[in-house]
């Protein structure tokens, strides 16, 4: 898939609507954030990341419960959802999203590598969605990428719900 598409979809849509993004990324390490911002016009929309890669990042910046992390590790639903709430608040922004997950080569904290969690974070709620993606770490990277833009557009596509609330 070429990312370019949905985030030139996400950037007209969110514009039109008058909604900021802000984007907290573990596993794709700022592939969200510079996708975005690579489509001409985002900056009316792109509010900031945060690359949390290490779990004291994911806690200190995005308050991301230690005990969470503690007893679910950082590949986790709950920490998906965590990490795009913590991004919306810590910038400000409409709407959060994440990513955490693993990309290999090796498994991580128990978690088969492609297992993948995104979420979405905005004034009326947070969702976190599963991911099993198969590839070399490249290819799990980018289909995580690819995946949270297009559930992003998925939510602008709603339309107010994901305005300020």
Excluded: W
Aim: proline fraction near 4%; charge should be negative.
């Amino acid at each position: 898939m070429n990312a370019a598409g949905p985030a030139s979809d996400v950037v007209a849509l969110a514009t039109r609507l008058g909604l900021t993004v802000a984007t907290a990324e573990s596993l794709t390490a700022g592939m969200v954030a510079s996708t975005i911002a690579a489509v001409p016009g985002a900056s009316a929309v792109l509010q900031g990341g945060i690359v949390a890669y290490q779990v004291p990042v994911k806690q200190n910046l995005l308050n991301v419960d230690a005990g969470l992390l503690a007893t679910a590790g950082a590949v986790d639903p709950r920490v998906a959802a965590a990490m795009a709430d913590g991004a919306r608040t810590a910038l400000s922004a409409d709407i959060g999203i994440s990513t955490t997950g693993v990309a290999g080569p090796a498994s991580h904290e128990g978690k088969p590598v492609g297992t993948v969690f995104t979420a979405i974070s905005t004034a009326s709620g947070t969702r976190a969605f599963e991911h099993h993606f198969t590839g070399g770490r490249e290819e799990i990277r980018c289909a995580s990428r690819d995946a949270v833009l297009t559930e992003l557009l998925g939510e602008l596509s709603k339309g107010t719900n994901s305005g300020r609330g």
